[in-house]
């Protein structure tokens, strides 16, 4: 019986980012000392760039070579990232003692009663008929480790125009018989049987971007071999922290609501990248572009990161309008308190959505 952490996409980057970067491969490192795994399988996308891979890629050695030593054995293989401005062809790099499989188009090794198929990244995976993998053998367990797409596990368009993800077939897990498909690449984890196989994308353990894909916990997958199937488990990485999204009504002279503002602070935590979107009707654009990077700031000194959008749109047409006049004489009568909580946000919501409609009518032709 062997037992696997399964983890991919960490996208380690350089810069202000790398100190949260470590913490969550920090964190992944010690789940594995703690669940004493036999193997570390590291689905790509490790580093979020060839200049990322270039610059840290001793310092992240250092820390996997600390587990290594504990008899753990790290696995690890190039996904689409690492290729990002590539000025050298990975297979040249050694990562000693991490087993570190760039060649394509595949390496297949026995250990620990485990066989594993590694395939590095490669934009298409076509050829893999002809491929010479060994016939599994009577009774061990098959892992294949894949940083790539599959049609079955489709999410939608790929937007990373330089370094598309290749697809890989169902067939390709039926013809050599694998038991574990140790996938890489779509952030959000999900589990599908594929060609025969248990197909498992644990999703990225850390928030990459601001993105609905980044949304939930972050985790990784623990595998336990030994029964009928592998046997997973997910563990969510706390120093990830969350992606956090929300869409705000502006007030009209384009700052958010205090209530709203304090209870993303109350919800949010220091890992946690946070997004908010105002929306809405407001006076002045220039105020309303000085309110959200007033906010931005207020939002940045209590989480990870945070970003502002306005989507708002300009009164202008609106202040010699005698309907949007009534309107919001009408709605200033019943303005309940700000610490009303729910009932406030449903009126910033009538009122935002009410200046929305008659901003649209008064641009409509006669």
């Not at 949260?20 to 920090?26: H, I």
């Not at 996938?183 to 999900?190: E, I, L, P, T």
């Not at 939930?216 to 990830?240: N, S």
Request: proline share 5%; hydrophobic share 45%.
């Amino acid at each position: 019986m062997a037992k696997i952490i399964h983890t991919a996409d960490l996208h380690i980057r350089d810069g202000a980012e790398k100190t949260y970067c470590y913490a969550v491969l920090d964190e992944v490192l010690d789940l594995a000392r703690s669940e004493k795994a036999d193997f570390l399988v590291i689905a790509g996308d490790l580093f979020d760039s060839f200049s990322d891979f270039e610059a840290l890629r001793r310092e992240v050695v250092q820390k996997l070579f600390r587990l290594h030593e504990e008899r753990c054995r790290i696995i690890y293989i190039p996904g689409n990232h690492e290729a990002r401005g590539a000025s050298s062809d990975l297979s040249a790099f050694s990562l000693d003692p991490v087993q570190f499989y760039a060649k394509a188009p595949f390496v297949f090794f026995e250990a620990a009663g485990v066989e594993f198929v590694c395939v590095p990244h490669a934009a298409n995976y076509d050829g893999y008929r002809d491929w010479k993998v060994p016939a599994k053998k009577p009774g061990s367990l098959r892992v294949a480790v894949i940083h790539a797409l599959n049609s079955t596990v489709y999410t939608g368009p790929d937007d990373e125009a330089d370094s598309k993800a290749g697809v890989i077939e169902d067939d390709f897990f039926a013809r050599f018989a694998v038991d574990y498909a140790a996938m890489g690449h779509v952030h959000s984890g999900r589990v599908h049987r594929i060609g025969g196989a248990l197909a498992c994308y644990p999703g990225s353990p850390r928030v990459w971007r601001a993105h609905v894909r980044e949304a939930g916990p972050r985790t990784v997958t623990v595998v336990e071999t030994g029964g009928a199937e592998p046997a997973l488990r997910t563990v969510e990485i706390r120093a990830a922290g969350r992606f956090r999204e929300y869409v705000l009504p502006a007030e009209l002279d384009g700052t958010a609501p205090l209530t709203a503002v304090q209870r993303i602070e109350a919800e949010a935590g220091p890992a946690d990248l946070v997004k908010v979107r105002l929306t809405g009707v407001v006076e002045d654009e220039n105020a309303a572009a000085a309110a959200a990077a007033a906010l931005r700031e207020r939002l940045q000194g209590k989480v990870r990161l945070a970003e502002v959008d306005l989507e708002t749109a300009p009164a202008s047409r609106l202040l010699a309008n005698g309907m949007a006049k009534a309107f919001l004489a009408e709605l200033d009568a019943v303005r309940p308190d700000e610490t009303d909580g729910p009932d406030y946000r449903r009126w910033l919501l009538a009122r935002q959505y009410g200046l929305e409609e008659i901003a649209a009518r008064s641009e409509e032709p006669e």
